[in-house]
């Protein structure tokens, strides 16, 4: 037809794109509709799932969960004495390996941030990311090898790496387990303090030192207060991450069973409605948790 516009790619970009600008928020939809679908659908549609099978009453012949709706599941889950006491050890490991990376965490992203050249920063820091590329298994296998015992017969006589070396090892247990998740959650601490003491400026650690203020005095007074949701938002990764693992327990923990592990052995007992009330634990948990690092102002430094 004479005289009809012609639509270039351009022109056609540029009307697709108008609403998104004259719109506010439209594009900031258009972008995480998607991912939170998907967030709602698989993540939390399957969690729902897993808590209303937990509603069921098991078979005890055919050991499959039947139509019959009951609360003997959360009973057992929330009153049995075992089970308390798999899910303190939980908790006292999960409170162990983070304090265990603040200390190590704290030290370290302070030298980064503040004292090393530009050039030795960036190298620590991907130093410091490097092992998150190695595979899970790979590093817990490797931590095995080195908490390994030893014993009085076989090859491995010797033990591993610590007890050949230093002539100690704690061996497989609970120390094992809380080293070995130390060291694979270490980042998830070291990352947010370090960005929180990047952003600290110089100006406060030079006024605090004009005015007299002690090392110790400048860290409780001037860092430590502003690094607090840093080290919240550290916390959250280090804490959840070891309440909810247990593959670690299995390969270095020897007889050491955490929520996890509990868990999985009732799943596979089979018992799938106390398995689901068990998974409220965690979940209880970890939601008190962020609760009270929300109140740190936690999810401010992401």
Known sequence: MVGAPVLTSRSLTRRIAGPFH??????AVA????????????YIGSLVLLVATAFFKLDSFTQKPTSELTLDNFDRAFTTSVFWSTIFRSIGVAVSVTLVCLALSLPMAYYIAKIAKPRV????????????WAGYLVKGYAWRAMLEPGSQFGASASGGFLKSVFGWTPGFGLVGVIITLSYLWLPYMLLPIYAGLDRLPPSLLDAAGDLGARPGRTFTSVIGPLLVPSIAAGS????????????????????TQLIGNLIARTLLAPNQPLAAALTLWPIVIVVLYLIAMARLRAFESF
Do not use: H, M, Q
């Not at 004259?22 to 594009?27: A, C, E, I, K």
């Not at 995480?32 to 679908?37: F, G, H, Q, R, W």
């Not at 804490?239 to 270095?252: E, K």
């Open 22 to 27: 004259r719109v506010n928020g439209l594009g």
């Open 31 to 42: 972008v995480l509709s998607a991912p939170v679908l998907w967030l709602l659908v698989v």
């Open 121 to 132: 920063r960036r190298a620590l820091v991907v130093a410091v990311v490097l092992p998150l």
């Open 236 to 255: 959250i990764f280090t804490f959840s991450l070891s309440l909810g693992d247990y593959i670690i327990a299995n390969i270095v923990g020897g007889k």
